[in-house]
């Protein structure tokens, strides 16, 4: 299966979302979600679908498929090519714009020409000429302005495809048509009143794609973040070139104030680098050789000398955006209720509008203008539309939110069971602490000189990626090493190796238990090393102990306070690690922890996960290969952004900045973003629940009708943005 984001125009509600995803659906396709919000379909296929097949599934639906991009290519469809955001751009909101000015441009002599009589006492045209201007102002409005959503409603009939486009068209062709009968019998003229109704309704989509384009706006300042062009060194001369030029290893000159072009490593000098647009931090970030550098960050005060090191679509910036647009492209569980019920909202409307119709003609005698004008009202104060919206665009909201903080929510679900969450494990090395561990202290075993001891764990360790391998590594400065024979790790306990005819065994305690290997001389010093919080790798040679080096793993300035935090909120904190209980035991109480569990193979955390979710829900935090089974396992996963490539695809939740203080603000966040969820399908569903009785009872006007459906779409849109205002 291959995952593909297509982009849709035409759709106008959650009823179009709907109509889309059963195309999908019939074609094979698998995990779809459809937003109406961003205008973007999110499916797994199978991986020799054709493009071509997913936009003519687009099309069936009665919609158009201006792009499809696989695994984050974009490719086109017929010839056409769309932006990200195409769906929320400046374009599309100026569409509606001229719409508006054009609907009221006519609409405005109309509601005079009903309403100034009645305000002045005077009646200033006859009833013929009214009648005749009642056909003639509104039919530019519904016919020409109104056309596309006229032509929408119809196609809909045709198809079997409701949406609140039928809504609008039978409303408003119904109330025009009342205008002709009205020339022959006697009965209400609803004409003037299927003018206004179009023009509120294009108010309202209006005001609506004003409010999405703010709740989408964050991934448009995202788009918007890269440098246009470069600075690079070719040859002997300094070439300005577009970014789309710069290739993996060119060297890029950063002048103080320019932007960061592309993911790189300095080579040459040091500056500040203002990051903020990752972690949300204001505090600029010291660069030096060696450091690596991230696209679209800022320099600060002095020339860098940079290597590109990733371009395109494999930039740090470009898999936010992607993670973004995918956390958008997820839904959450509490929308399958909306789902259902917008999936039978407007055929169930149409039965409802019919029944009031001929249930007030009984009751009125036959009385076809009043009995017309409330199945007017029935038809356009239905309103899927808020239900559509309420979960989408609170989600929409939320993610881009988090994104401006370095908090990417990749999966919508991981949002509603956040609230449930009462457990929060941390995997230590690279979460709680840097994950750069240095050599501390060592020991030499009688007649051992350190030199010798270094050299003999370097050579073995320069074999291994283990993290405690760098920290020896990076102090044994010779870089003369002897010739390792027979080499092995042996997983979560050290490796093994012969050096001439000699067995060199370089680890933890647990690699000697289980090699019968007695440790007795050294316990005491091995012990006052684990006490001090470091992790031990013990050396011998032969039967011979060369001694322990002590590694230290720092903490991060930001997890005790992170950790203290939960636990203040009534969380249950606990530390999985594969260190000693001793070490970890000392990391523990540094940070606040509740629980330690230690000495724990990598294996054995999805267990203790598994253990511990007995207990209630479990969010674990980690960063390595190892922590992907537990970040799968946990009811919410949340990766370290700087880990691994597979603890963040296993993550539900990413932290860019591997800050820990993100897990608070991601948790906070998350019931937040569930909090608007609640409350604009509450609404969406009050609203509706007392609407319709009332339109139905006749209490309520067809115009005034319209103005409520527009404003419960506009209320639902406005509500996911005052998220905004939330302090994290």
């Not at 020339?183 to 989509?205: C, E, H, P, Q, R």
């Not at 890029?252 to 993911?263: A, F, Q, R, S």
């Not at 050396?539 to 950790?563: F, P």
């Not at 969820?677 to 005034?704: D, R, T």
Request: proline share 3%; hydrophobic share 45%; aromatic share 6%.
């Amino acid at each position: 299966m291959k995952k593909v984001n297509v982009e849709i125009v035409g759709m106008t509600c959650s009823s179009c979302s709907n109509h889309v995803a059963k195309e999908f659906e019939k074609m094979g396709a698998k995990n779809i979600n459809v937003n109406p919000v961003t205008n973007k379909a999110v499916l797994e296929v199978e991986d020799n679908m054709p493009s071509k097949m997913i936009s003519d599934a687009v099309k069936t639906a009665g919609y158009k498929a201006t792009a499809v991009a696989v695994d984050g290519e974009k490719s086109t469809v017929n010839g056409e090519q769309s932006s990200a955001v195409s769906h929320q751009s400046s374009e599309k909101v100026g569409n509606w714009k001229r719409k508006l000015i054009g609907v009221w441009a006519f609409t405005i002599p109309i509601i005079i020409l009903m309403y100034l009589p009645a305000i002045i006492g005077k009646q200033f045209i006859s009833m013929d000429w009214m009648n005749i201007l009642m056909l003639i102002l509104p039919f530019p409005v519904i016919f020409i302005i109104g056309w596309s959503t006229i032509k929408s409603g119809f196609l809909g009939f045709f198809k079997l495809r409701f949406t609140m486009d039928s809504l609008i068209m039978l409303g408003t062709t119904i109330a025009f048509s009342t205008g002709f009968l009205s020339l022959f019998l006697d009965m209400d003229n609803y004409s003037g009143v299927s003018g206004m109704i179009m023009a509120i309704f294009i108010t309202g989509k209006y005001i609506e794609h004003v409010a999405k384009g703010k709740a989408t706006k964050e991934i448009k300042k995202l788009l918007e973040l890269g440098a246009k062009d470069a600075t690079v060194i070719r040859g002997n001369n300094e070439l300005v070139i577009p970014l789309a030029e710069v290739k993996i290893g060119d060297i890029m000159i950063i002048k103080p104030g320019e932007k960061v072009p592309t993911d790189g490593i300095v080579i040459k000098g040091a500056s500040y680098i203002d990051e903020s647009m990752i972690s949300g931090e204001s505090m600029p970030v010291e660069k030096k050789i060696g450091s690596k550098v991230i696209g679209a960050t800022v320099n600060q005060d002095s020339i860098l000398h940079v290597k590109a090191s990733k371009i395109g679509k494999d930039t740090f910036l470009s898999n936010i955006i992607k993670l973004v647009e995918e956390a958008q492209g997820t839904k959450v569980p509490i929308q399958a209720v909306a789902d259902k019920v917008t999936g039978i909202f407007v055929p169930a409307v149409l039965v409802i509008a019919t029944l009031t119709l001929f249930g007030w003609l009984i009751g009125t005698g036959w009385d076809w203008g009043v009995s017309i004008g409330v199945a007017i009202s029935v038809l356009v104060i239905a309103c899927p539309c808020a239900l559509g919206l309420a979960v989408p665009i609170a989600l929409t909201v939320g993610s881009g939110i988090g994104a401006k903080r370095g908090i990417l929510i990749r999966k919508g679900e991981a949002i509603q069971t956040m609230k449930e969450v009462k457990i929060v494990c941390f995997d230590k090395t690279g979460t709680i602490t840097k994950g750069k561990p240095e050599l501390s202290e060592m020991y030499t075993h009688t007649g051992v000189k350190e030199d010798y001891l270094l050299k003999v764990a370097a050579s073995l360790e320069k074999l291994s990626e283990h993290p405690l391998a760098h920290a020896i590594l990076e102090k044994e400065k010779t870089k003369k090493y002897f010739d390792v024979k027979s080499f092995k790790v042996v997983r979560g306990k050290g490796v093994v190796g012969k050096i001439g005819a000699k067995e060199i065994l370089v680890g933890s305690e647990k690699l000697f238990e289980a090699k019968n290997f007695s440790l007795v001389k050294i316990k005491d010093k091995i012990s006052a090393f684990q006490e001090k919080g470091m992790s031990i790798m013990i050396v011998t040679e032969g039967k011979n102990i060369l001694g322990a080096i002590g590694i230290r793993d720092e903490v991060k300035k930001d997890s005790k306070s992170a950790i203290m935090d939960l636990n203040k909120a009534g969380y249950k904190t606990v530390m999985i690690t594969g260190d000693n209980q001793k070490t970890a035991e000392v990391i523990g109480r540094e940070v606040g922890i509740k629980q330690v569990i230690a000495d724990v193979l990598p294996e054995d955390k999805l267990n203790i996960v598994m253990k511990l979710q007995k207990e209630g829900y479990v969010a674990f935090v980690g960063d390595g290969i190892n922590d992907a089974p537990a970040l799968k396992q946990a009811n919410v996963g949340i990766a370290v952004g700087s880990g691994s490539d597979i603890a963040i695809e296993a993550g539900d939740i990413v932290l860019a900045n591997s800050d820990l203080t993100s897990v608070v603000k991601s948790i906070r966040l998350s019931k937040k973003t569930f909090g608007k969820i609640k409350q604009n399908l509450f609404w969406a569903f009050f609203y509706n629940a007392a609407m319709i009785p009332l339109a139905i009872s006749g209490h309520i006007n067809p115009v005034l009708a319209e103005l409520a459906m527009a404003f419960s779409s506009i209320s639902v849109v406005l509500n996911a943005n005052l998220l905004r205002r939330v302090k994290l």
